[in-house]
């Protein structure tokens, strides 16, 4: 759905991106953590072609994206419901409805935008990305302001969009133990790619942990089961001997 290579991104004399490489495949979900300033919403928005990259190629073969943003600022004096907010981005009543009930907000249809709760209002922002029936669905911090609950039901929510729609999915957070659960594939990034693969294994990757600490990294061990099959640094599944020993 989209590739980035090499890119480079200064703004003044700051470096903001400095060869970053990403791709997003059909029904794949990307996530894409790091600290505060790591560039994270600037990758972003080269990718949505907002911003073109000092150096570097974007090749974005998806022809509808759909955006969820961190932030969306509606002046409160203006009246506007659900149903309106998703007519003005080009959705027909029927498709409104839709949007609504696969991201499990049907009965938001006629509530005022300004009475939503976090939550509800991320369903509706999702809804609205999907009016466009995405092949690429890009997610800035798509569960902020929202509790721990609803935080485990909106990434559901994504990935029953994912299954549905096919679509591949690029999705910022800086929460990292859910997002490390909810994904397919993870890229650090601090400026420049720290480390890439399956959660399990970026989770152990030295670069992950002097990032984040030791802590962050011995807190998500819960994800580091017994199973019958470890993952690669690309996150190839590896099978393991009956003794559990690997193969290759």
Do not use: W
């Not at 903001?16 to 495949?25: E, M, Q, W």
């Not at 959660?199 to 030791?214: C, I, K, M, W």
């Amino acid at each position: 759905m989209v590739e980035v290579a090499g890119v480079d991104v200064q703004f003044g004399a700051k470096a903001v991106l400095s060869g970053v490489d990403l791709a997003v495949h059909a029904g794949e979900v990307v996530s894409l953590i790091g600290p505060n300033g790591a560039g994270k919403t600037t990758l972003v928005r080269v990718v949505l072609g907002l911003i073109a990259p000092d150096r570097g190629r974007v090749n974005l073969t998806a022809t509808r994206i759909g955006y969820v943003p961190q932030h969306l600022y509606i002046d409160p004096t203006l009246p506007l419901t659900v149903r309106r907010f998703l007519a003005l981005a080009g959705g027909s009543a029927e498709s409104a409805r839709d949007a609504l009930a696969a991201v499990g907000a049907a009965r938001l249809l006629d509530s005022p935008l300004h009475d939503l709760s976090g939550g509800e209002t991320r369903r509706v922002l999702l809804a609205r990305a999907l009016l466009r029936d995405p092949q690429l669905l890009v997610l800035d911090e798509p569960v902020q302001g929202v509790d721990i609950g609803g935080q485990v039901e909106l990434y559901e929510v994504i990935r029953r969009i994912r299954a549905r729609h096919g679509c591949g999915v690029l999705m910022v957070s800086h929460d990292l133990h859910l997002v490390m659960a909810a994904t397919d594939r993870v890229i650090c990034l601090n400026r420049h790619v720290c480390c890439v693969g399956h959660p399990e294994t970026v989770s152990r990757d030295p670069n992950y942990v002097t990032l984040f600490g030791a802590r962050a990294a011995a807190n998500l061990a819960v994800y580091h089961h017994h199973h019958d099959h470890r993952h690669d640094s690309s996150g190839e599944v590896v099978p393991l001997d009956e003794d559990g020993s690997r193969h290759g």
